[in-house]
């Protein structure tokens, strides 16, 4: 027989783990007007700037606020947002028509369209070889573009769909989703380095780095897992289960968390004690749909796009309901302590 203090007791670290040992919590939300589906979205930290990935346009937002700053619209599919602020030259990857836009962060006017490999979807910038990448899942490719000129100048022969990607160490590291793997690649040379097997879990797409340890993060969808890599050599180090839908990851240098956004509605949070112990921080409850978030390095805070969706049964006998983003439902969410 549970005593009541026994049972008030067993709640309370319910509640913890639920809500986080990490301290973060859900603080609000940004309201953004439109409909239809989203996917990525990117903080411009200096710039105090959200972009929002947003059906076939990109809505950039204030960080601190909310406020709708602006749209940058014609992006048909759009997935991704790079910022390259050096050469004043925005990105965005358009799935549906194989293309990049280049665009002026401060003024949001398209400069170009640059085609592509097919399916465009992830998209990145190298500081280093000031390049912008593309992960393609048409063509399972990556593609190299001079974010100076807007000039494409190779391809990775990925031979799978990248996810996100993180940089290290003169390589880049990225998920491949179908062929359950990290695929190191050379952003200069453009070639393929290595292929890292994950083989305990399966569905790659969120992945961070911590430079000091050299460890991968890598978030799984199948057996939804958190796995632990050396980057030097691939070795798997440990796992953990997540929240099912993940399809992002961030990291904290200073405070050594784990982020991994989940689109069940939670936000799994992971401390790092050493490069090879790591622990439970809690799960901040979210928002269904919420499985993409970019982390603040200047704030600390995680922000995360989310939508209420509508199902309507199938046209056809047998056939699958069909699935859509609730009018005037998308919105920020502001995670932070």
């Known amino acids: 027989m549970i005593s009541v203090k026994g049972a008030t007791i067993a709640l309370s670290i319910a509640m913890v783990s639920l809500q986080g040992g990490s301290g973060y919590k859900l603080e609000t939300r940004y309201p953004v007007p439109g409909n239809g589906g989203f996917d990525y979205l990117t903080i411009d930290s200096a710039a105090r700037r959200l972009y929002l990935s947003h059906s076939t346009q990109v809505d950039v937002v204030d960080a601190d606020n909310g406020k709708l700053i602006g749209t940058i619209p014609d992006t048909p599919g759009v997935h991704g947002i790079a910022i390259a602020a050096e050469f004043k030259h925005g990105f965005t990857s358009n799935g549906r028509e194989n293309k990049v836009s280049m665009f002026d962060p401060a003024t949001l006017k398209l400069i170009s369209k640059i085609d592509v490999g097919k399916g ?24 190299a573009i001079d974010a100076k000129t807007g000039q494409v100048v190779g391809t990775v022969k990925a031979e799978g769909d990248g996810e996100q990607a993180v940089i290290a160490d003169d390589l880049i590291y990225v998920n491949s989703e179908e062929a ?17 097997p994950i083989g305990v879990a399966k569905t790659p797409t969120g992945l961070a780095y911590d430079a000091k340890t050299k460890r991968l993060f890598i978030g799984c969808r199948n057996e939804p897992k958190m796995v632990v890599m050396d980057a030097v050599s691939g070795k798997v180090i440990n796992s953990f289960p997540i929240g099912k839908g993940v399809d992002y990851a961030g990291f904290d240098p200073q405070a050594k968390l784990i982020f991994f956004s989940c689109g069940e509605g939670v936000l799994n949070i992971f401390r790092e004690k050493s490069a090879d ?21 200047k704030t600390k805070k995680v922000f995360l796009t989310a939508a209420e969706y509508v199902e309507t049964p199938a046209a056809t006998p047998g056939g699958r309901p069909q699935r859509s983003v609730k009018p005037g439902s998308f919105v920020v969410l502001v995670v932070s302590k």
Do not use: C, W
């Open 277 to 297: 112990s790591y622990e439970d921080a809690g799960a901040v409850k979210t928002q269904p749909s919420a499985k993409t978030m970019a982390f603040d390095p």
């Open 120 to 143: 465009p979807d992830g998209i990145y910038y190298d500081p280093e070889t000031k390049r912008v990448f593309t992960n393609n899942h048409g063509s399972h490719d990556i593609t």
């Open 180 to 196: 359950n793997e990290v695929v190191v690649f050379d952003p200069k040379s453009l070639e393929v380095k290595k292929h890292f």
